[in-house]
C-alpha cells in the first residue's frame, strides 16, 4: 500500500513513478501493480545492493533495491533524480565493525541525484556526514539549514548547503 501511494503522489505532481526492482532476474524500471503485489508479499524476496545484483540477475532471483542497487539501475535507465524514505550510512561502532552502508559509496560513485528525509537516525549520523564529505558527496538540505534524521526533520547537524528552488536545484544537479 506504502508503494501505491507512494507512486499516487508522484503522479500528482506531475513525475512518472518509476519503482525499480529485479523480477525473473530482469532489472525492472517501473512496475506493475501486479509485480509491486509480488516484490512485497514473496518471502524469497532479495534485499538487493551492488554485490547482489548480478547474483540475482544470473539466478533469476526476485529482489527489492537498496539505495546503491537503485542508484545503478536508475542511471542505467537514463534518471538522474529518484526518491526515497532515507539513505543507509555509518553505523554506531563501525569504528570496531566496519558497519558502513553501501549506500554511501554509491553516492560518491554513480551520478545519481537521491532526494530522501535523511539518512536513517539510529545510524551515526556525524560519522555519517563526515564519511560523504570524504568522498566528495555534497548534502543539500531544503527549507533548512540542517540535515534531516529520516523520521525527524532536524538532526541537529549542518547540512553542506541549502537550496530552496527548484530551479537552484536543478543547476546544482547539472552542474555536478
Request: charged share 15%.
Given at each position: 500500500h506504502t508503494a501505491r501511494e507512494v507512486e499516487d503522489v508522484i503522479r500528482a505532481e506531475g513525475a512518472v513513478p518509476a519503482t525499480i526492482a529485479v523480477i525473473g532476474g530482469h532489472i525492472r524500471v517501473g512496475l506493475t501493480p501486479d509485480e509491486l503485489q509480488q516484490l512485497a508479499r514473496s518471502p524469497d524476496a532479495m534485499k538487493l545492493s551492488r554485490r547482489d545484483l548480478p547474483y540475482a540477475i544470473a539466478t533469476g532471483k526476485l529482489g527489492a533495491t537498496t539505495v546503491a542497487a537503485t542508484m545503478i539501475c536508475a542511471q542505467l535507465a537514463g534518471i538522474e533524480v529518484f526518491v526515497t524514505g532515507g539513505i543507509g550510512g555509518v553505523h554506531r561502532g563501525a569504528e570496531t565493525s566496519f558497519d558502513i552502508s553501501a549506500d554511501l559509496q554509491e553516492l560518491a560513485r554513480t551520478p545519481v541525484?537521491?532526494?530522501?528525509?535523511?539518512?536513517?537516525?539510529?545510524?551515526?549520523?556525524?560519522?555519517?556526514?563526515?564519511?560523504?564529505?570524504?568522498?566528495?558527496?555534497?548534502?543539500?538540505?531544503i527549507g533548512q539549514d540542517n540535515f534531516a534524521a529520516f523520521f525527524t526533520p532536524d538532526s541537529g547537524l549542518k547540512a553542506d548547503f541549502r537550496i530552496d528552488t527548484a530551479e537552484e536545484q536543478a543547476r546544482f544537479i547539472r552542474a555536478k
Open positions: 541525484a537521491v532526494v530522501c528525509a535523511g539518512a536513517k537516525s539510529i545510524l551515526d549520523l556525524a560519522l555519517t556526514l563526515e564519511y560523504l564529505e570524504t568522498h566528495g558527496v555534497p548534502v543539500l538540505s
